[in-house]
Nanobody, 123 residues
Framework: QVQLVESGGGLVQAGGSLRLSCIASGRTFSRYGVGWFRQGSGKEREFVAGITWSGGRTRYADSVKGRFTISRDNAKNAVYLQMNSLKPEDTAVYYC????????????????WGQGTQVTVSS
C-alpha cells in the first residue's frame, strides 16, 4: 500500500513559481508511475504531468508544457512539480497519484491519491 502526502501549495502572484512535493510511504514506491492532477473550482479534474517509475520519461498537458517540470527522487520516495510562470488559470487543488503500470500515463488507473494541496495564483 502506498500513501501520498502533498505539500508546497500556497498563494502566489501571476508570473511567480511554486514547487510542489509528493512524499510517499512504502518500500515499493519506485515501481510506481506518478501523475500530478488538478481540479479547479467547478471544473473537472485534469491531468497535469506524469513521470515513469525510473523518471526516464515525462508527459505534460499542453496547458503547462514549457512552464511545469515533473521530477522524482526514488531514494527519497519523492516526486516534485516545479511550476514556473504561473497564471491565474493554474489555480486549483493539486493532487499526486500513483499507479502500478509504472508509466505515469494520463489515462492509467490511479488507485493511490494524496489529499491535495491548494495553489492560488492572483492576477
Amino acid at each position: 500500500q502506498v500513501q501520498l502526502v502533498e505539500s508546497g501549495g500556497g498563494l502566489v502572484q501571476a508570473g511567480g513559481s511554486l514547487r510542489l512535493s509528493c512524499i510517499a510511504s512504502g518500500r515499493t514506491f519506485s515501481r510506481y508511475g506518478v501523475g500530478w492532477f488538478r481540479q479547479g473550482s467547478g471544473k473537472e479534474r485534469e491531468f497535469v504531468a506524469g513521470i515513469t517509475w525510473s523518471g526516464g520519461r515525462t508527459r505534460y498537458a499542453d496547458s503547462v508544457k514549457g512552464r511545469f517540470t515533473i521530477s522524482r527522487d526514488n531514494a527519497k520516495n519523492a516526486v516534485y512539480l516545479q511550476m514556473n510562470s504561473l497564471k491565474p488559470e493554474d489555480t486549483a487543488v493539486y493532487y499526486c497519484a500513483a499507479e502500478l503500470t509504472g508509466l505515469g500515463q494520463p489515462d492509467a488507473l490511479y488507485p493511490h491519491w494524496g489529499q491535495g494541496t491548494q495553489v492560488t495564483v492572483s492576477s
